[in-house]
């Protein structure tokens, strides 16, 4: 069994910058894509960046530029470093792995990101 274990949220000021950590346990092989989302109370969940294996990444408008997205897949650990936080990235983010064969997907339990104004 997979599990997903996310650390490094917390509060921070706007402007200010935080790095978050995705660390998977247990058997994992031919993790395809590793991502972040988040999400706000009253919203949907929605994808902040994603890495596939080969490296190629993809990024939410609202972060491009500020955001990024990194993995190391001898660790099977994503990053997610966040600079020029705004009040608006507010909210639990969750990493997503898509791994194995067939591929199949797991999920971290969230940790909280407050950004205060």
């Known amino acids: 069994q997979v599990q997903l274990v996310e650390s490094g949220g917390g509060l921070v000021q706007a402007g200010g910058s935080l790095r978050l950590s995705c660390a998977a346990s247990g058997s994992i092989f031919s993790t395809n894509f590793m991502g972040w989302y988040r999400q706000a109370p009253g919203k949907q969940r929605e994808l902040v960046a994603g890495i596939l294996s080969g490296g190629s990444t993809n990024y939410a408008d609202s972060v491009k530029g500020r955001f990024t997205i990194s993995r190391d897949n001898a660790k099977n650990t994503v990053y997610l470093q966040m600079n020029s936080l705004k009040p608006e990235d507010t909210a639990v983010y969750y990493c997503?792995?898509?791994?194995?064969?067939?591929?199949?997907?797991?999920w971290g339990q969230g940790t909280q990101v407050t950004v205060s104004s």
């Open positions: 997503h792995f898509v791994h194995g064969i067939p591929p199949r997907g797991s």
